[in-house]
């Protein structure tokens, strides 16, 4: 039985995730979009945080208020969370 190839990548499939993991993403959450920096553009204070929630404001900047001004509750947040984490690059978190 032979293992499957895994197949290489081109060299424009290797700039085009170059250029994806060096862009800004965008996602939704209850009908709101929220901007996401590229993981290389996050501020530098995540390196000191242990807490998720002070990871999250720093990520999210001054979008923190507009998410707060939602009404968001606990159980939002948990949600949420996941998909700041995820569009940070940090795939989930954690919870």
Same mark, same amino acid.
């Given at each position: 039985m032979t293992a499957a190839k895994t197949p290489r990548?081109?060299? *424009?499939?290797? /700039? *085009? #995730?170059? !250029?994806?993991?060096d862009q800004a993403t965008v996602f939704e959450h209850n009908g709101i979009e929220y901007t996401i920096p590229a993981?290389? %553009?996050?501020?530098?204070?995540?390196?000191e945080v242990d807490d998720e929630v002070e990871a999250i /404001?720093?990520?999210?900047? !001054?979008?923190w208020e507009a998410y707060k001004a939602t009404g968001a509750t606990i159980r %939002?947040?948990?949600?949420?969370? #996941?998909k700041v984490? #995820?569009?940070?690059?940090?795939? %989930?978190?954690?919870?």
């Open positions: 990548k081109t060299t *424009a499939s290797k /700039k *085009a #995730e170059a !250029v994806a993991e993981p290389l %553009d996050l501020p530098v204070g995540l390196l /404001k720093l990520i999210l900047g !001054v979008q %939002d947040f948990q949600a949420f969370a #996941e984490s #995820e569009a940070a690059g940090f795939g %989930d978190s954690g919870n």
